[in-house]
């Protein structure tokens, strides 16, 4: 099995700054794309930043020039640097790594379990 692990999370001031990190571990042939989403109850889980295997990014309108994602391949872990943080980020940040490895077929999505963020003074 895989599992996805989150680590970061907490409470920030506005005007601060986070970093999330997500390693991922199990039965591994190939790490694909990697990113992260958040969500707030009642609404939908929504994209925050996406991350190729060669590295290129995509982020969602909110946050961009604010979240910077990165990865290493070596380490099967993604990252998530955040500034410049607003009280509307606050949110649980999930990770999402699609995976190929022995056990199931290719590209399969695995999700961490979540972090919360809370920005507020």
């Known amino acids: 099995q895989v599992q996805l692990v989150e680590s970061g999370g907490g409470l920030v001031q506005p005007g601060g700054s986070l970093r999330l990190s997500c390693g991922a571990s199990?039965?591994?042939?190939?790490?694909?794309?990697m990113g992260w989403y958040r969500q707030v109850p009642g609404k939908q889980r929504d994209l925050v930043a996406i991350?190729?295997?060669?590295?290129?990014?995509n982020y969602g309108d909110s946050v961009k020039g604010r979240f910077t994602i990165s990865r290493d391949n070596a380490k099967n872990t993604v990252y998530l640097q955040m500034n410049t943080l607003k009280p509307e980020d606050t949110a649980v940040y999930y990770c999402?790594?699609?995976?190929?490895?022995?056990?199931?077929?290719?590209?399969?999505?695995?999700w961490g379990q979540g972090t919360q963020v809370t920005v507020s003074s």
């Open positions: 999402k790594a699609d995976i190929t490895g022995s056990l199931y077929g290719p590209n399969t999505p695995f």
């Open positions: 199990g039965s591994i042939f190939r790490i694909y794309d």
């Open positions: 991350i190729t295997r060669s590295g290129s990014t």
